[in-house]
């Protein structure tokens, strides 16, 4: 039995990543307190017959020191034979706030003592547990609901695949680290095009710009040394049956040095893995 268990702040998209993951076929239950959670697959099992694939999405409205506990009952779960996934959603401060904001919807953590700022802080606080355990982080902050559900679909459904999924992602660090990174490299040593003019407008996936940073012998010796060391450690990750692995790019703002390595590093993955995806976190913006 394979069991999906979808988590994160609320306001992260965790109801459209189940919605994805019932499209696909999956049996889902949303908001499952903790505690029933080594009861499910027993329980399922005498009513259903055995579901091959089912999806939990777990919040922090539990009772108190039930996300606690996460990690002894996701333990027990696996000694029971059931195969977990961990799925972690979330998003920056903002952007949960401005989420809040349109839908005028109350945080389960709010009250006339509590403000929404605070009780978003507090939420992170609680679920730290069931993000540890995390086999993938996704930061939504930048994508919309569709996209949160092809995101959900091509790292979750994708992973039945024997071959680990690549995500190559672009940002820039003046717009936030992501959190959804296993690797992060910093490009911001190289020469810069925005410091000329004429490419300022451009970004690194324009011929322009990729000519300008061919040109430049540093930009070879970064590449040389990435990719060797991507080289070298990521079998050890698919060796180890990881299913999904994000390695995040960054420059200064994400649209010229980054996107440039990026594109470079995710064409020269595609030539030794079969599911490599390549992103660019603010030209999607």
Not at 52 to 71: I, K, T
Not at 132 to 145: F, H, K, N, Q, Y
Not at 269 to 277: A, I, N, P, S
Request: overall charge negative; glycine content about 6%; some cysteine.
């Amino acid at each position: 039995m394979k069991l999906i268990i979808i988590s994160g702040r609320s306001g992260s998209g965790k109801s459209s990543a189940l919605h994805a993951l019932e499209d696909e076929g999956f049996y889902c239950v949303d908001n499952l307190p903790a505690s029933m959670l080594n009861d499910l697959p027993t329980n399922l099992k005498s009513s259903l017959g055995e579901p091959p694939r089912m999806a939990v999405s777990l919040d922090v409205r539990n009772v108190p020191g039930a996300l606690e506990r996460f990690p002894k009952l996701l333990d027990k779960l696996k000694k029971q034979g059931v195969e977990c996934q961990v799925v972690f959603l979330d998003a920056d401060g903002d952007s949960l706030m401005k989420r809040y904001s349109s839908t005028r919807r109350r945080h389960p953590l709010s009250n006339d003592d509590v403000s929404l700022a605070e009780a978003i802080n507090l939420e992170k606080k609680l679920l730290a547990p069931l993000a540890e355990e995390a086999d993938i982080r996704l930061d939504t902050s930048p994508l919309s609901v569709h996209e949160i559900r092809e995101q959900i679909r091509q790292r979750v459904c994708g992973s039945n695949s024997k071959s680990m999924t690549l995500m190559i992602q672009s940002f820039g660090f003046k717009h936030g680290m992501p959190v959804d990174a296993d690797y992060v490299f910093d490009v911001r040593c190289l020469p810069n095009p925005f410091w000329v003019e004429a490419l300022r407008p451009y970004t690194g996936q324009d011929q322009p710009v990729k000519d300008f940073l061919s040109a430049e012998p540093m930009v070879d010796e970064m590449f040389e040394d990435l990719s060797s060391f991507v080289e070298k450690w990521l079998p050890r990750f698919e060796s180890g049956q990881r299913s999904y692995l994000t390695i995040a790019i960054g420059c200064t703002g994400g649209q010229h040095r980054s996107v440039f390595v990026s594109e470079r590093l995710g064409e020269w993955l595609k030539e030794r893995f079969d599911c490599v995806q390549v992103r660019h976190r603010e030209l999607s913006k």
